[in-house]
């Protein structure tokens, strides 16, 4: 699987999750919620993304090799 994908299917995961824990226990979780959306929209314009730098340097390709 290559970082692209992994990025977001984690990001996808969260997001899920978090509205999960906003439903059952608290609303606030939506906050979270809105980091991760927050993360995504940054990225689109900087090219920046910690999981992908991670991923990098664990050795996962990009999707494009």
């Not at 984690?10 to 993360?39: D, E």
């Amino acid at each position: 699987m290559c970082r692209e994908n992994i990025v977001r299917m984690v990001a996808g995961t969260f997001i899920l999750a978090s509205l999960a824990l906003a439903h059952y226990y608290s609303p606030l979780f939506l906050y979270f919620t809105a980091f991760v959306g927050f993360n995504l929209l940054q990225s689109s314009f900087t090219n920046f993304c910690p999981l992908e730098i991670v991923l990098k340097k664990m050795g996962f390709k990009n999707c494009a090799n």
